[in-house]
């Protein structure tokens, strides 16, 4: 696992003559000691393009999305030809995101009734999530003058509530997908024991729940006088919730990436590496050495 000597011949209780780490060592690495009670997956390149297609259009959408609120907040001047495309990308990316979680339904036999239709229901879900992002960002909203906040601030209670609803709708994803997500993840020895940093998919939805607050003060904010703390504090924790959903969503797409070599290549036990033989050189981790 060091230097990816060829150790085939070598004594379990040896040392590699290349680097000296034991063998034993690469052994525990490489060998899943639950590899005999992991299902095999039906479709694995297609589980896994799909899941790394979830996690990464979801975060080029967040990202078109970022884009989007740049150019409408700072004065961009010449980046203006640059929002229709972003738009279009930030919509395109939850449709891809949606086709994605098809991936997730049923990968593997034994999956329980109720993962299973929640799966469905999940991947269901992203019908109205792709109507509200179109008509949000693809509509005409009338947000009203800055009103000394900031334009980064200026909204309109259509627009706020409509941002809260496909907030809940996105919450409900996360949600209802997350147990099969947690099946395929359990497949990489590194994310199940830990070896590497996870992100939760719980984190992302508390996430969202921040921000779904931050909106309701916003809502609150509009409809009182003199609500400009108000709409200001909302829009505040809109942007922090904002920055920490995409830092939260890179971290998921890493972990998709490393779950997906876990999906293509079954996993190894102590048993087929000793009756094959096969060269501990070849052994493939759930991440690049």
Known sequence: MRCTYDLKGL????????????????????VDPKAGELQPIFRPRATAAGLVAWSMAA???VL?????????????????????PLRYGCVLGVVVSGLGALALISPHANIPTR????????TLAYAPLIALVAWLLLGRWDVGAP??????AATSGAKTLVQLVGGVVAVSI????????????????????GRVDRQHLLALA???????????????????????????????LVLVAAVLF?????????DCWRIRRAVVEPPLSLESLLKTGKPSGTISADEPR
């Open 147 to 152: 009103g000394g906040l900031g334009q980064w």
């Open 64 to 84: 078109c999305g970022w884009g989007v609120w740049i150019i409408e907040v700072l004065p961009s001047g010449g980046l203006d030809h640059y929002l229709i």
């Open 174 to 193: 996360i949600l209802l997908l997350r147990p099969n997500a947690r099946l395929l993840a359990s497949r990489s020895i590194l994310l199940r024991e």
């Open 59 to 61: 975060l080029v959408s």
């Open 206 to 236: 508390s996430v969202l729940g921040l921000s779904a607050a931050g909106e309701l003060v916003t809502l609150i904010g509009l409809r009182v006088q003199a609500g400009e703390t108000f709409v200001l504090i909302g829009q505040l």
């Open 11 to 30: 004594s379990i209780l040896g040392q590699c003559p290349e680097c000296g780490l034991p063998v034993r060592a690469t052994l525990l690495a490489v």
């Open 246 to 254: 995409t830092l939260g969503l890179v971290g998921v797409v890493i």
């Open 115 to 122: 993962a299973r239709f929640q799966a469905w229901m999940g």
